[in-house]
């Protein structure tokens, strides 16, 4: 089965029935989004679920998590995976506080040109501590899955499997393990120490800086509740991108980011000044409202990933998901939905009948499908930055010269527009763009 029929398997978006139960007890490392959707696909095969949080949930950003408090984009993909999860989560959200964000009332900006509008897509418009809440309301609610605020400090193992998860203050057996402790995980520094391969990290620095305000929310205007601004490297206002977002509360959420020594906005004035003068005209609306509290900044150092997949000799019953398998740069917004689409790769695992004391390889399998999905599209775009040196794929040239065209034609042309969209919002593998057809009706469109 080649990786778009697997990655197309795995975007199902019906609601899984009941699984067998095949864990006694299952420990979750973290309690993020992708720690949080692993608790609910192991729900529905173990007798008891219990998530491992060392923040206190709150909310606010969580210090385990320093990027909650920048713009979050949720994309169609990951909102149709928690609706899978959860019937109903958006109508829950949305009546909570969210904001729905349909493609009638988001814009996308291509160096100041608005593109057409493409897949007609819904998303949901909120922050990330907000958004977390309501996923960890839901996952816990469900009988068997509780959560402990509690740091975790190592694992235990015998020969061939981990049994324990030791934490501050106490120890838990384990007949399931799941890591989610996010792109600074020190699972890799636990299995070397117990004598087992740590898997191989693959990393591309490319040094993004976020600066993000928080502004009063009045009325109706702009009438877009999402919006995104790309800019090609080398534009003078040092921003590579801008992202603004309705948030609960009747606040607005606005982000600039600049990659190496460009911070742009670092400070309230020159944050107003950009959003009215090197922006749409729906950031210099939104500058206008009141600036809730300062400046919140953020540094991306690169883009990693752990290739879990490639090793030889690994631990039975213990697996990794979200950003302590792959952290992506995160102006392209491909976060939360992979950590979400991973929960469906556990599903499938444990539903597929594995014999659970050997190595999870074939859930690895699964997963690597959506990371390379994922990391195709991101360091693609990552490797057109000046200060970015590999590593480049093979046939990076001709890849380049073809996605170029499809980009450019994406912002007049509705069908590659909606072609493009589908792959970018993580709805399709992007091997749909390698169609013949779709490079041919790019390079018409760019002609007329």
Sequence with gaps: MSPAEVFARLSDT??????????????????????????????DHAD??????????????????????????????????????FPGFTDKAVAAGGRPAPASLRSTYSDGVRKIVGSDTDMLSSSRPFLEAQIRS??????????????????????????AVQYEGGRLDADFVVDAMGRSSRLADW????G????????????????????RRTGDQPTVRAGVSMHSPGAPSGIAAAAMCQTENDQWMVTLSGYLDHRPGSTPEEFVHLCRTALPGEFGAIAANEMLGGITTYHHADSRRRDFHRLRRFPARLVAAGDAVA????????????????????????????????????????????VD????LSTGGDLELPHVDGPYPRGYRLQKWAIGQIVKASVHDPEIARRFDEVAYLLAHPARLARPGTLVRSILANRR
Excluded at 191 to 194: E, F, G, N, Q
Excluded at 196 to 215: F, K, S
Excluded at 373 to 376: D, T, V
């Design 14 to 43: 019906s609601t899984p029935a009941p699984g067998p139960v095949v864990v006694r007890t299952a420990v979750v490392l973290g309690g993020s989004i992708a720690g949080l959707l692993a608790a609910r696909a192991l729900a």
């Design 196 to 215: 087992w391969e740590p898997p191989p990290m693959t990393r591309m620095r490319i040094d993004l800086n976020y600066t993000t305000a928080v502004l």
């Design 48 to 85: 008891e679920v219990v998530v491992l949080e060392r923040d206190d949930p709150g909310t606010g950003p969580r210090p385990g998590a320093p990027q909650g408090s920048q713009t979050h984009v949720l994309l169609p993909a990951g909102l149709r995976q928690l609706e899978r999860w």
């Design 327 to 370: 952290s992506f740069n995160p102006i392209y917004g491909q976060g939360m939905s992979c950590a979400v689409l991973h929960a469906s790769c556990l599903s499938e695992y444990l539903r597929s009948g594995p014999d659970l004391d050997v190595a999870a390889m074939g859930f690895f399998a699964l997963q690597r499908v959506i």
């Design 373 to 376: 999905a994922a990391w195709g």
């Design 191 to 194: 299995l070397k120490t117990a």
């Design 138 to 163: 839901h996952t816990l609610a469900l009988p068997n899955v509780r959560a402990l605020v509690a740091r975790v400090t190592g694992l235990s193992f015998s020969d061939t499997a981990v049994t």
